[in-house]
């Protein structure tokens, strides 16, 4: 993705800022936003450019509704994977085959993969060990048949990023490029 | 003998400080509350300093002095950390940059851990925290820089002059107290000008306990990434 301007990042971080602190206050007093505008400009001075790349581009409606979709999305593979490690737990025979695998990602941006990483890890069942470049090892409660008896490397890699970075994917993708 | 008199000389003298400390403790109302100096600041600190958080209005405004002085042991704190590791010439020595992970963790986290911090000292009248906590909390947006990114320094030049000018900030906000009201740290923004009488409670109330946050939450702030800076840096030969 290309560099933004300045201005575009600075206006970026500010917005993202003041929000925060309308959170943080949780109030609508003047006074307070009067503050709140100050601090976030002073702030948005000293960090945009550490802060973000794309800057306002972040904000395209079709990349915030697909980060709102995303939530409920999560939130429902969370609750599956939940239920999946907790049947794995309580079942008499305990039935875990964990291994590390390598998945490879579509995403360019660093907080897309960031996002990525910490989608995986919140995950359970799933804890990504690391990223190098587009590559992510990945550790797993249950390695299943198809990935397990790959024939080559690049199967194994087809195999588990079909099964466990690609459903994030899908939304990551639109929302940081 | 003369150990018999030495005996009974000892035990006078017991008994007449034991009748002393006796008397004295007689005069102390058994099992009633004693906490005067507490009540007075919990019935007055409104009226007498417009803060709402009493704890903050007796660290700054009651006991103003003492917090000065504070802030000057961790002035004193961090010229020692500078001086004990002193050298002549030092930099990053850090050689594994931070995975992606944290790198780019650390760029999200940095603007938000800064305004996280300057909220909490600037409510310190209103709410729990004040400048220590605030500054401390900027501070570590300082160190996630340094352990993410290996070339990583904060601004030297900058920093120091901010130090220097948010503590000679403080001492002048007293002096001009002891200007207008006639002694150090007197507060004259909520005693003599009356500013923020009708909005106890809101943000702009509170006399200069908000001043003097924000210029304690900078200074807490850049000393400790000094203090940081310091130990992680080290030395190298020319």
């Known amino acids: 993705m290309?560099?933004?301007?300045?201005a575009s990042k600075f206006v970026y971080t500010f917005i993202v800022l003041f929000i925060l602190w309308l959170v943080v206050t949780a109030s609508l007093d003047?006074?307070?936003?009067?503050?709140?505008a100050v601090?976030?400009?002073?702030?948005?001075?000293l960090?945009?450019?550490?802060?973000?790349?794309?800057?306002?581009a972040n904000l395209h409606p079709k990349r915030v509704a697909y980060a709102i979709a995303y939530i409920p999305y999560f939130l429902w593979a969370m609750i599956m994977a939940n239920l999946d490690v907790a049947y794995r737990v309580l079942h008499p025979a305990r039935p875990i085959r964990p291994g590390i695998v390598k998945c490879r990602t579509v995403l360019n941006s660093d907080t897309g993969k960031l996002s990525l990483a910490n989608s995986i890890t919140l995950t359970p069942g799933t804890i990504t060990l690391d990223v190098d470049g587009d590559n992510y090892f990945i550790h797993w409660i249950w390695v299943p048949d198809e990935v397990l008896n790959a024939k080559d490397d690049s199967e194994h890699v087809e195999k588990a990023s079909e099964a466990i970075t690609r459903p994030f994917e899908k939304y990551l993708r639109v929302i940081f490029g | 003998m003369v150990s018999v008199l030495k005996r009974s000389l000892a035990i006078i003298t017991l008994l007449i400080i034991g009748y002393w400390l006796?008397?004295?403790l007689a005069g102390v109302p058994f099992g009633q509350d004693k906490m005067l100096v507490g009540h007075y600041y919990l019935d007055h600190v409104k009226e007498q300093t417009g803060a709402v958080n009493a704890v903050t209005a007796i660290v700054v405004n009651y006991r103003g002095f003492d917090t000065l002085?504070?802030?000057?042991v961790l002035f004193i704190a961090s010229t020692g950390v500078g001086a004990l590791l002193w050298e002549r010439k030092k930099r990053?020595?850090?050689k594994t940059e931070g995975s992606i992970v944290l790198t780019t963790g650390t760029r999200l986290l940095v603007p938000f851990v800064m305004l996280f911090g300057a909220y909490i000292f600037i409510h310190g009248h209103l709410t729990p925290g004040g400048g220590f906590p605030g500054g401390a909390t900027i501070a570590t947006a300082f160190l996630l820089l340094y352990m993410a990114f290996t070339m990583y320094e904060i601004p030297h030049k900058a920093f120091e002059k901010t130090e220097g000018l948010v503590g000679m900030g403080y001492v002048i906000v007293g002096l001009i107290g002891l200007a207008i009201g006639g002694y150090f740290l007197f507060d004259w923004i909520w005693q003599t000008w009356g500013w923020g009488h009708d909005n106890i409670g809101r943000l702009f109330s509170g006399g200069f306990i908000p001043i003097i946050y924000i210029l304690i939450g900078l200074k807490v702030g850049t000393e400790l990434s000094g203090i940081i800076d310091n130990m992680l840096k080290e030395g190298v030969k020319e």
């Not at chain 1, 290309?2 to 300045?6: G, H, L, M, P, V």
């Not at chain 1, 601090?39 to 001075?45: E, P, Q, R, Y």
């Not at chain 1, 960090?47 to 306002?56: P, S, W």
């Not at chain 2, 002085?69 to 000057?72: A, I, N, Q, S, Y």
Request: aromatic letters at 2%; hydrophobic letters at 45%.
């Open chain 2, 69 to 72: 002085g504070e802030v000057t």
């Open chain 2, 22 to 24: 006796a008397q004295g």
């Open chain 2, 92 to 94: 990053r020595t850090a």
């Open chain 1, 39 to 45: 601090i976030a400009l002073i702030v948005a001075a």
């Open chain 1, 30 to 36: 003047s006074q307070e936003l009067i503050t709140g």
């Open chain 1, 47 to 56: 960090t945009h450019d550490v802060f973000t790349r794309a800057g306002l």
């Open chain 1, 2 to 6: 290309e560099e933004a301007s300045r």
